[in-house]
Nanobody, 124 residues
Framework: QVQLVESGGGLVQAGDSLRLSCTAS????????MAWFRQGPGKERSFVVH????????YYADSVKGRFTISRDNVKKTVYLQMNSLKPEDTAIYYC?????????????????WGQGTQVTVSS
């Protein structure tokens, strides 16, 4: 079992930055690929970014490429999402997700563990 807790959300203005954190507890963090998803008002949950177990491979949704950066610290069991140049359309609940590396598959699916989410609101 892996428990995930997100933090760092808040209300900001367009153009501002925020850094989200997701801290894991439980099994060996470095055995898990990690990702961030988000769900905007009235929308389905969508993929934002993925990072592999050692942080050597990342993959971003086109909508955030060049503005968001994912990173991880396996000693601290934490994954980060640095969000710059925020836009109103980035407003969403952001969820951290973990997938055991052996599951494989695409970066979009297979995540068995989810956090409770943290709200990010970007005003225009």
């Amino acid at each position: 079992q892996v428990q995930l807790v997100e933090s760092g959300g808040g209300l900001v203005q367009a153009g501002d930055s925020l850094r989200l954190s997701c801290t894991a507890s439980g099994r060996t963090f470095s055995n898990y690929d990690m990702a961030w998803f988000r769900q905007g008002p009235g929308k389905e949950r969508s993929f934002v970014v993925h990072i592999n177990q050692y942080g050597t491979y990342t993959y971003y949704a086109d909508s955030v490429k060049g503005r968001f950066t994912i990173s991880r610290d396996n000693v601290k069991k934490t994954v980060y999402l640095q969000m710059n140049s925020l836009k109103p359309e980035d407003t969403a609940i952001y969820y951290c997700a973990a997938k055991a590396t052996y599951i494989g598959g695409t970066v979009y699916s297979g995540y068995g563990y989810w956090g409770q989410g943290t709200q990010v609101t970007v005003s225009s």
